[in-house]
Antibody, heavy 120, light 110 residues
Framework: QVQLQESGPGLVKPSETLSLTCTVS????????WTWIRQPPGKGLEWIGY???????NYNPSLKSRVTISVDTSKSQFSLKLSSVTAADTAVYYC??????????????WGQGAQVTISS | QSVLTQPPSASGTPGQRVTISCSGS????????VNWYQQLPGTAPKLLIY???KRPSGVPDRFSGSKSGTSASLAISGLQSEDEADYYC???????????FGGGAKLTVL
């Protein structure tokens, strides 16, 4: 059974860089779109971006200037860096596995989520 | 403001059939398949329906999905108290070149 687990600081100061890592276990990291999604308090889900197992990336245009997502296949991990954070970036951050088949694209496995608060 | 439009809430009594709608446009639902996620309180979203109408292993057949044109629907039959959750639709958007979500619908079992 594939499992994903987020890790990283729960508190980040404004203007600094938020860094999270997702560790994948129980399955191969190859051939999938490794994705970050966030959910501000009391709000809906927002796609941040993904890194394919080959290293190619795709980011939400609204966050593109501040986001970097990378993958380390040797460690079965992928990471998120979000720079110049503000209080508006306070959210639960989820990592997820993106699967693409001829029928479509969907997230079939999710991490439990990491609460990140932006505050001085 | 979400790209996909869902009603903010839905409700039903145990045993009833409830539907949740999801409206989009030609660049998203109109040209791509729709997926649905269930988010129980305090937990991560869980894939409920993928490729418009397919259920992952373990999802009861009380849950079904459909799509027509630029809209999609999630139907839950034989409503149970444990179905009380937030439900999100999502699909790929060709203009954004990425996935987009609905704002979520909170289902209350009365």
């Amino acid at each position: 059974q594939v499992q994903l687990q987020e890790s990283g600081p729960g508190l980040v100061k404004p203007s600094e860089t938020l860094s999270l890592t997702c560790t994948v276990s129980g399955g191969s990291i190859s051939g999938y779109y490794w994705t970050w999604i966030r959910q501000p308090p009391g709000k809906g889900l927002e796609w941040i971006g993904y890194v394919y197992s080959s290293g190619s990336t795709n980011y939400n245009p609204s966050l593109k200037s501040r986001v970097t997502i990378s993958v380390d296949t040797s460690k079965s991990q992928f990471s998120l860096k979000l720079s110049s954070v503000t209080a508006a970036d306070t959210a639960v951050y989820y990592c997820a596995r993106g699967e693409q088949n001829p029928g479509g694209y969907y997230f079939d496995y999710w991490g439990q989520g990491a609460q990140v608060t932006i505050s001085s | 403001q979400s790209v996909l439009t869902q009603p903010p809430s839905a409700s039903g009594t145990p045993g009833q059939r409830v539907t949740i709608s999801c409206s989009g446009s030609s660049s998203n639902i109109g040209s791509n398949s729709v997926n649905w996620y269930q988010q129980l309180p305090g937990t991560a979203p869980k894939l409920l329906i993928y490729n418009n109408n397919k259920r992952p292993s373990g999802v009861p057949d009380r849950f079904s999905g459909s799509k027509s044109g630029t809209s999609a629907s999630l139907a839950i039959s034989g409503l149970q108290s444990e179905d009380e959750a937030d439900y999100y639709c999502t699909t790929w958007d060709d203009s954004l070149n990425g996935p987009v979500f609905g704002g979520g619908a909170k289902l209350t079992v009365l």
